[in-house]
């Protein structure tokens, strides 16, 4: 089973922020597959499947940068190790619309990334980086991500969305070197091919 993680911060105040895409994203995932997201301990949790894997969706309801404690509490309540686990959030060394898919690295500055790695002292996990793009020179990174995306960013993903979650059920079923091919770096806008081969 794959534990699927998206990063955000809890609360109406940060719906719809840019560092909640994360968030987003596991939110049309479980819609698509049918699965009910709801309060367990301190995450949203939801089971189901993909149309062929078994899934477990999770939005821990808490401080982005404590994230780490949630996600290695799932793991292990489940029994099930870092390299089950799919991590997704937002990235803002990539345009909004572009994907990257990783297995290794540091934090980038990401301090939920930062707080995962730490719990789980391993880099062994799959990460979705999803593009936000870089804020103006003249604002602060930090209001950046904390911010509502502007009105053409909001449709813009309201498209990727989907393709994301596409990415997210490639990796799923058919791996990560699959799902790499298909999909890193790949810019998701405009319309591309979101199928596996």
């Known amino acids: 089973m794959h534990v699927v993680v998206g990063l955000g911060n809890p609360g109406q105040r940060y ?3 840019r560092h909640n895409l994360g968030w987003m994203v596991l939110e049309h995932a479980a819609r698509r597959w049918g699965i009910g997201l709801i309060q367990e301990g301190r995450a949203l949790q939801g089971r189901g499947r993909t149309s062929e894997c ?3 969706l999770a939005l821990p309801l808490i401080w982005m940068n404590q994230t780490g404690e949630v996600v290695q509490s799932l793991l ?3 029994n099930l190790s870092p390299s089950d686990l799919i ?3 937002d990235d803002l060394d990539l345009p909004l619309g572009a994907l990257k898919i990783k297995t290794r690295g ?3 500055g990401h301090n939920g990334l930062r707080s995962v790695l730490s719990s789980l002292g391993t880099e062994n996990f799959c990460r979705l980086k999803v593009g936000i793009g870089r804020p103006p020179l003249h604002e602060n990174p930090a209001d950046y991500v904390l911010a509502s995306f502007s009105r053409e960013e909001t449709d813009q993903v309201d498209i990727l969305l989907p393709k994301v979650v596409n990415a997210l059920e490639c990796v ?3 791996g990560i070197p699959q799902a790499m091919n298909r999909f890193h770096s790949s810019p998701l806008l405009p ?3 979101e199928s596996c081969p």
Do not use: M, N
């Open 15 to 17: 719906k719809g922020t």
């Open 54 to 56: 078994s899934v477990l």
């Open 76 to 78: 292990e309540g489940k």
């Open 87 to 89: 991590l997704v959030y």
């Open 106 to 108: 540091g934090p980038g």
């Open 172 to 174: 799923i079923e058919e």
């Open 191 to 193: 319309e591309v091919d």
